[in-house]
């Protein structure tokens, strides 16, 4: 496991860009900014993808770390990764149908799932750093 240590960071890392890229596309399509919003959410596309990768390949052979807090730390934290790891799983079929209709330009279509993809997958990405810091640093 010594050689898998590093992949938590990283995971963390990728989440952090993840949800950095997502408020700069925001920001670009506030400004009508198209070309840019495209670019910068396919970069958190991908970003999200090797995350998901990487976390995968992680757990596969490093297992699973418990958390070790007890008493309110422990109500605070599994409450955090239940909703976490729930949206996670339920922001996937969101971001497919919601970059699909965007890079086919589907605006109308696009428009109406966008909005909830963008706070869900923000919410997952940001609560992902959080969860991490928690696990690997805060409450050890």
């Known amino acids: 496991m010594q050689t898998l240590s590093y992949f938590p960071a990283i995971n963390a ?17 506030d400004k009508r900014q198209i070309e840019a919003h495209k670019r910068t959410m396919v970069a958190a596309f991908s970003t999200s993808v090797v995350f ?5 390949y992680y757990h596969a052979h490093a297992g ?5 807090g007890l008493g309110w730390r422990r ?11 729930l949206l996670a799983v339920v922001i996937v079929p969101l ?3 919601s970059l699909s209709r965007g890079l086919k330009r ?6 109406k799932i966008a909005p909830l993809t963008y706070w869900l ?3 997952v990405s940001v609560t992902g750093v959080v969860i991490y810091y928690l696990l690997y640093h805060l409450w050890r």
């Open 13 to 29: 890392t990728l989440n952090g860009t993840a949800a950095v890229l997502l408020v700069t596309a925001k920001r670009f399509i």
């Open 52 to 56: 998901l990768l990487c976390y995968l």
């Open 64 to 68: 699973v770390l418990h958390f070790a």
């Open 75 to 85: 109500g605070v934290y599994f409450t955090l990764l239940t909703s976490h790891t």
């Open 95 to 97: 971001i497919l149908m």
């Open 106 to 111: 589907q605006d109308t279509r696009h428009v």
């Open 121 to 123: 997958w923000l919410y």
